[in-house]
Protein backbone atom coordinates (compact mmCIF):
# COMPACT_ATOMS: atom_id res chain seq x y z
CA UNK A 1 0.00 0.00 0.00
CA UNK A 2 2.03 3.16 -1.30
CA UNK A 3 -0.57 6.09 -1.03
CA UNK A 4 1.92 8.79 -0.09
CA UNK A 5 3.55 11.38 -2.26
CA UNK A 6 6.61 13.76 -1.16
CA UNK A 7 5.15 17.00 -2.79
CA UNK A 8 5.95 20.46 -2.49
CA UNK A 9 3.58 22.94 -0.42
CA UNK A 10 1.73 24.24 -3.43
CA UNK A 11 1.20 21.11 -4.26
CA UNK A 12 -0.15 18.65 -0.94
CA UNK A 13 -0.23 15.23 -0.39
CA UNK A 14 -3.14 13.04 1.15
CA UNK A 15 -2.52 10.00 3.21
CA UNK A 16 -4.55 7.39 4.08
CA UNK A 17 -5.99 6.76 7.46
CA UNK A 18 -5.14 4.34 9.41
CA UNK A 19 -7.41 2.83 12.51
CA UNK A 20 -4.99 2.93 15.52
CA UNK A 21 -7.64 0.51 17.60
CA UNK A 22 -7.63 -2.84 14.86
CA UNK A 23 -3.91 -2.37 15.35
CA UNK A 24 -3.62 -2.09 19.13
CA UNK A 25 -6.45 -4.53 19.77
CA UNK A 26 -4.64 -7.49 18.57
CA UNK A 27 -1.39 -7.37 21.07
CA UNK A 28 -1.16 -4.77 23.42
CA UNK A 29 1.13 -5.88 25.92
CA UNK A 30 4.57 -8.12 25.97
CA UNK A 31 1.89 -11.13 26.84
CA UNK A 32 -0.12 -10.42 24.19
CA UNK A 33 3.37 -10.40 22.00
CA UNK A 34 3.99 -13.58 23.34
CA UNK A 35 0.75 -14.82 22.06
CA UNK A 36 1.07 -13.41 18.72
CA UNK A 37 4.69 -14.87 18.50
CA UNK A 38 3.40 -18.67 19.01
CA UNK A 39 1.25 -18.04 16.04
CA UNK A 40 4.89 -18.22 14.06
CA UNK A 41 6.59 -20.60 16.29
CA UNK A 42 8.90 -18.19 18.19
CA UNK A 43 9.64 -18.48 21.19
CA UNK A 44 8.93 -15.49 23.85
CA UNK A 45 12.64 -15.05 23.82
CA UNK A 46 13.19 -14.58 20.59
CA UNK A 47 14.03 -11.17 19.15
CA UNK A 48 11.58 -11.06 16.14
CA UNK A 49 12.13 -8.40 13.28
CA UNK A 50 8.26 -8.16 10.87
CA UNK A 51 9.19 -7.19 7.42
CA UNK A 52 5.58 -7.41 6.06
CA UNK A 53 4.11 -6.66 2.39
CA UNK A 54 3.99 -7.05 -0.97
CA UNK A 55 7.27 -9.21 -2.17
CA UNK A 56 8.52 -6.90 -4.98
CA UNK A 57 12.26 -6.51 -6.24
CA UNK A 58 12.43 -3.08 -5.55
CA UNK A 59 11.92 -3.58 -1.92
CA UNK A 60 15.53 -5.25 -1.05
CA UNK A 61 14.46 -8.20 1.30
CA UNK A 62 17.02 -10.23 -0.40
CA UNK A 63 19.28 -7.60 1.28
CA UNK A 64 17.15 -8.16 4.69
CA UNK A 65 17.17 -11.87 4.04
CA UNK A 66 21.44 -11.47 3.53
CA UNK A 67 22.18 -9.52 6.45
CA UNK A 68 19.80 -11.33 8.88
CA UNK A 69 21.94 -14.92 7.61
CA UNK A 70 25.02 -13.14 8.41
CA UNK A 71 23.75 -12.12 12.03
CA UNK A 72 22.95 -15.91 13.04
CA UNK A 73 26.11 -16.98 14.48
CA UNK A 74 26.24 -13.34 16.53
CA UNK A 75 22.59 -13.30 17.95
CA UNK A 76 21.53 -16.69 18.02
CA UNK A 77 17.91 -15.51 19.13
CA UNK A 78 17.52 -12.95 16.15
CA UNK A 79 14.58 -14.46 13.59
CA UNK A 80 12.87 -12.66 11.07
CA UNK A 81 9.24 -12.96 9.76
CA UNK A 82 8.29 -12.13 6.22
CA UNK A 83 4.25 -11.83 5.58
CA UNK A 84 3.23 -11.44 2.33
CA UNK A 85 3.75 -12.87 -0.86
CA UNK A 86 4.47 -11.57 -4.28
CA UNK A 87 6.35 -12.77 -7.29
CA UNK A 88 9.55 -12.74 -5.57
CA UNK A 89 8.85 -14.98 -2.73
CA UNK A 90 10.05 -18.42 -4.67
CA UNK A 91 13.65 -16.57 -5.13
CA UNK A 92 13.67 -15.24 -2.05
CA UNK A 93 12.69 -18.48 0.06
CA UNK A 94 15.10 -20.08 -2.23
CA UNK A 95 17.69 -17.32 -1.09
CA UNK A 96 16.87 -18.45 2.69
CA UNK A 97 17.63 -21.92 1.95
CA UNK A 98 20.80 -21.30 0.20
CA UNK A 99 22.44 -19.00 3.17
CA UNK A 100 21.19 -21.91 5.67
CA UNK A 101 18.43 -19.74 7.14
CA UNK A 102 15.74 -21.42 7.08
CA UNK A 103 15.65 -21.81 10.59
CA UNK A 104 15.13 -18.33 11.65
CA UNK A 105 13.18 -16.99 8.84
CA UNK A 106 9.76 -17.85 8.22
CA UNK A 107 7.23 -16.88 5.04
CA UNK A 108 3.69 -16.73 5.84
CA UNK A 109 2.78 -16.37 2.16
CA UNK A 110 -0.49 -14.55 1.39
CA UNK A 111 -1.97 -12.94 4.57
CA UNK A 112 -6.03 -13.57 5.33
CA UNK A 113 -7.02 -10.00 6.45
CA UNK A 114 -6.08 -7.74 8.08
CA UNK A 115 -6.36 -8.88 11.84
CA UNK A 116 -4.26 -11.85 10.87
CA UNK A 117 -1.58 -9.21 9.73
CA UNK A 118 -2.06 -7.22 12.92
CA UNK A 119 -1.21 -10.46 14.55
CA UNK A 120 2.03 -10.44 12.34
CA UNK A 121 3.20 -6.94 13.07
CA UNK A 122 2.52 -7.40 16.54
CA UNK A 123 4.69 -10.95 16.78
CA UNK A 124 7.68 -8.19 16.96
CA UNK A 125 10.10 -6.16 18.62
CA UNK A 126 10.47 -4.28 15.32
CA UNK A 127 9.33 -3.60 11.96
CA UNK A 128 11.18 -3.42 8.82
CA UNK A 129 10.55 -1.12 6.04
CA UNK A 130 12.75 -2.29 3.34
CA UNK A 131 13.74 -0.05 -0.20
CA UNK A 132 16.45 -0.62 -2.93
CA UNK A 133 16.97 3.40 -3.29
CA UNK A 134 16.21 3.85 -6.87
CA UNK A 135 15.44 7.69 -7.25
CA UNK A 136 11.44 7.07 -7.14
CA UNK A 137 11.77 5.45 -3.88
CA UNK A 138 12.04 8.74 -2.23
CA UNK A 139 8.59 9.93 -3.26
CA UNK A 140 6.77 8.23 -1.53
CA UNK A 141 5.99 5.98 1.63
CA UNK A 142 5.34 2.81 2.66
CA UNK A 143 1.44 1.94 4.61
CA UNK A 144 3.60 -0.39 6.53
CA UNK A 145 5.67 2.56 8.25
CA UNK A 146 2.30 3.92 9.82
CA UNK A 147 0.86 0.33 10.08
CA UNK A 148 3.84 -0.39 12.67
CA UNK A 149 3.43 3.04 14.15
CA UNK A 150 -0.28 2.33 15.12
CA UNK A 151 0.71 -1.17 16.49
CA UNK A 152 3.76 0.82 18.98
CA UNK A 153 5.99 -1.67 16.81
CA UNK A 154 9.47 0.50 15.96
CA UNK A 155 10.36 0.66 12.76
CA UNK A 156 13.63 -0.06 11.40
CA UNK A 157 13.68 2.18 8.19
CA UNK A 158 15.25 2.95 5.16
CA UNK A 159 16.82 6.72 5.16
CA UNK A 160 14.86 8.07 2.03
CA UNK A 161 13.16 11.62 1.85
CA UNK A 162 9.58 10.58 1.62
CA UNK A 163 10.13 7.95 4.87
CA UNK A 164 12.43 10.42 7.03
CA UNK A 165 9.96 13.35 6.84
CA UNK A 166 7.74 10.62 9.36
CA UNK A 167 10.37 8.95 11.19
CA UNK A 168 12.66 11.06 13.29
CA UNK A 169 15.96 8.78 14.06
CA UNK A 170 15.51 7.13 17.53
CA UNK A 171 12.72 9.00 18.30
CA UNK A 172 9.99 7.52 16.61
CA UNK A 173 11.83 4.78 15.12
CA UNK A 174 15.37 3.90 13.65
CA UNK A 175 16.65 5.18 10.27
CA UNK A 176 19.87 2.81 8.22
CA UNK A 177 21.11 3.59 4.82
CA UNK A 178 19.47 1.75 1.85
CA UNK A 179 22.53 -0.02 0.95
CA UNK A 180 23.41 -2.84 -0.41
CA UNK A 181 25.64 -3.87 2.53
CA UNK A 182 23.16 -2.88 4.79
CA UNK A 183 26.14 -1.76 7.47
CA UNK A 184 24.20 0.54 9.21
CA UNK A 185 21.16 -1.50 9.76
CA UNK A 186 23.91 -4.20 10.80
CA UNK A 187 25.72 -1.41 13.33
CA UNK A 188 22.19 -0.20 14.59
CA UNK A 189 20.59 -3.64 14.98
CA UNK A 190 23.36 -4.48 17.26
CA UNK A 191 22.84 -1.12 19.57
CA UNK A 192 19.22 -2.45 19.97
CA UNK A 193 18.65 -6.13 20.00
CA UNK A 194 19.50 -5.77 24.25
CA UNK A 195 18.31 -2.45 24.66
CA UNK A 196 14.48 -3.42 25.23
CA UNK A 197 13.75 -0.31 27.13
CA UNK A 198 14.77 1.99 24.19
CA UNK A 199 12.87 -0.26 21.83
CA UNK A 200 9.75 0.35 23.74
CA UNK A 201 10.31 4.11 24.00
CA UNK A 202 10.86 4.43 20.45
CA UNK A 203 7.98 2.09 19.99
CA UNK A 204 5.37 4.45 22.09
CA UNK A 205 6.66 7.78 20.82
CA UNK A 206 5.81 6.21 17.33
CA UNK A 207 2.22 5.45 18.23
CA UNK A 208 1.92 8.77 19.37
CA UNK A 209 2.99 10.63 16.59
CA UNK A 210 1.01 7.87 14.56
CA UNK A 211 -2.15 8.67 16.38
CA UNK A 212 -1.80 12.83 15.69
CA UNK A 213 -0.67 12.77 12.47
CA UNK A 214 -2.52 9.62 10.56
CA UNK A 215 -5.69 9.00 12.28
CA UNK A 216 -8.90 8.25 10.23
CA UNK A 217 -10.29 11.16 11.36
CA UNK A 218 -7.84 13.34 10.84
CA UNK A 219 -6.87 12.71 7.18
CA UNK A 220 -10.85 12.58 6.49
CA UNK A 221 -10.85 16.59 7.51
CA UNK A 222 -7.66 16.97 5.01
CA UNK A 223 -9.05 14.89 2.18
CA UNK A 224 -12.84 17.17 2.27
CA UNK A 225 -10.56 20.44 2.99
CA UNK A 226 -8.43 19.38 0.17
CA UNK A 227 -10.74 18.54 -2.58
CA UNK A 228 -12.92 21.56 -1.19
CA UNK A 229 -9.97 23.90 -1.86
CA UNK A 230 -9.09 21.76 -5.25
CA UNK A 231 -12.64 22.89 -6.44
CA UNK A 232 -11.74 26.62 -5.91
CA UNK A 233 -8.59 26.32 -7.77
CA UNK A 234 -6.49 27.14 -4.25
CA UNK A 235 -3.59 25.48 -2.97
CA UNK A 236 -3.69 21.97 -0.75
CA UNK A 237 -2.26 21.96 2.75
CA UNK A 238 0.90 19.61 3.32
CA UNK A 239 -0.44 16.45 5.42
CA UNK A 240 2.49 17.65 7.72
CA UNK A 241 1.49 20.56 8.66
Not at 17 to 39: F, W
Not at 127 to 140: C, L, N, T, Y
Not at 148 to 165: D, K
Request: aromatic fraction near 6%; hydrophobic fraction near 40%.
Amino acid sequence: MEHRLSAPLEEGCIDGGVGTILLRTTCASPLDRATCKREYDFLPEHFVMVCHGILHPNKGVDRLIRATAELKKEFPQLRLLIAGDGNERAKLMALSSQLGADDIIKFTGWVKDSRAMNRAINAGELGIIMRVGFPSDHFHITGGLTHNMCAAVPNFAVRLRGISEVITDGETGFLFEAAEDMREFKEKLRLVIGNPALLEKVGKQGYEYAVKMFSTERITRITAGGLDRASRGEPLMSLLD
